[in-house]
């Protein structure tokens, strides 16, 4: 390239560049600030880290009740599903949900449902789950203190927290849910392999 | 012979010879003078192709259309809560987390935008359901995937609107429905091509499909395009939201599960002949559908004779990356029983795998992602069923 061609060709970036800047602009104004309440109104999402759980505290004990009149009727009486998943058992330390273990424990006995115990990776999952989505007849309709109770519930029945443990913004994030270990990133990249 | 049968027999001839005398006199009688323009259209009375509905979805009736285009109102339904109303008035996206103007758009700031507009396939990861055995219909089998052209604003748009800040990596997506659906999704991965949409087809999305505004995203499994989209929050790293740990995972043989496994790998299914079509010995012209969430279909391969010698079909142009591509292949069929396949190969090289090697690779509890090979059984007296032995569970 020539010095007179690159000249050229810088001016032709530049123009180009220009036109570019025209056509769009770093911001276009549209749209307005969000007011404050409106962001805390609306998110509600809890992290694995915590982040988002509200004040409030509850135990198994205190969930039971919640339980019953809450979710007993799609759920089960005892978490072992009906018109709605079946949410807890079988024991997760003794019965993992797939691949050859499970394929072991099972032998020829039938398929045991995914649980909360056996596959749910994070406690803050179920609080934000409950909180966001249940019951679906009236989502949001449970205090904190119930979602804690309940979720404290869940998890005991499940065998992942004991019977007194209390459950709030400190303790539920510390939870170790049997299923963490099992999560993966996908490693399909299509090509010849199946996957 | 029965009084009975007789009479039967005798009535349906009478019937059969009067309607081919009708049809005689009346080849290309003219209609009556008919009625003026008007406001709405609507389909021929004869035509009334339907979704199938179970409780949480209903199926777009693949066996009934041509093209590659799904009119909007057979566009596959799926939801967690019923159906959302929104009123569009008071509708507002908020986008906030990670940057540096946290905003909130109208519907009416969101068409301002810039537009893009694209035509590509929504597909539920969950697509693939064979209870009903050999009398499963191409609807009943593969209807949760549809085509439409989505219009909208790009996200990357919206993205430099508020100041997206380097660090986030991921976002939530957010619905206005009952269950407050949420997903989070990886930014670089999808800023190129995520549309934040509110048309398909030529009007305003239907309800079914998140009115007023629903996130589009190419290729990936349809439950990450979020409906009745109402946040978007920018974050380091993913939510780990119910949908995408305890669903949308993919357990594997070795006893782990794979997570955050979006893209719809390829397929393909041949939508005609297919059950309860009854087809006759001589020319047929095989049609089906194929379409890969890696880009563009490359080919696709058909067979009439349970797998033993594959052709290429011809495939209708324009082939475009991500979408529903139509193929075709006219075959004389001799009239002995037989199975018909086809499968698809895509331009990353991926070829739709066989049912035993998809076990093979996830091992048994797969449930999500699962695109194998299917074929129709032709039977000696033209009946064509689903071929179930191959996909058995």
Known sequence: MTLANAGRYVLAVMALSALVGAQTPDRFGFGEPVPREVIVALDTDVRPDGTGLPPGQGTAQDGAAVYATQCAACHGAKGEGGAADRLVGPDPTGTPPFGPAYEQWRGGRPDVAFTIGNYWPFATTVFDYVRRAMPPSAPGTLSANDTYAVVA??????????????????????????????????????????? | ??????????????AVSVSRATAQTTVGAPSPQGRLPNELGGRAPQEQPRRVPIPTSSRTPLQDLHGTVTPADLHFERHHSGLAVIDPASYRLVVHGLVERPMMFTLEDLKRFPQVSRLCFLECSGNFTRTAGEKTTAQALLGLTSQSEWAGVRLATLLREVGARPQATWFLAEGQDAAQMTRSI?????LDEAIVAYGQNGEALRPEQGYPVR????????????????????ADQPFMTREETSRYTDPLADGTSRQFSFAMDARSIVTSPSYPQRVRPGWIEIRGLAWSGRGRIERVEVSTDRGARWRAAELQAPVLPKAHTRFRLVWQWDGQPTEILSRAIDETGYVQPEWPALLAARGRRTRYHLNPVTGWMIGADGQVLFGIERVKA
């Open chain 1, 153 to 195: 519930w869940l998890l005991q029945q499940n065998g992942v927290i004991g019977d007194d443990a209390l459950m709030n913004g400190e303790t539920l994030p510390k939870v170790v849910m049997p299923a963490r270990k099992m999560f993966v990133p996908d490693d399909r990249r299509g090509g010849r392999t199946v996957r």
């Open chain 2, 1 to 14: 012979m029965t009084r009975r049968s007789v009479l039967t027999g005798a009535l349906g001839a009478a």
């Open chain 2, 186 to 190: 990886p930014l670089k991965e999808v």
């Open chain 2, 215 to 234: 996130l589009l995203l190419p290729g990936l499994e349809g439950n990450a395009s979020v409906k009745w989209l109402r946040r978007l929050e920018l």
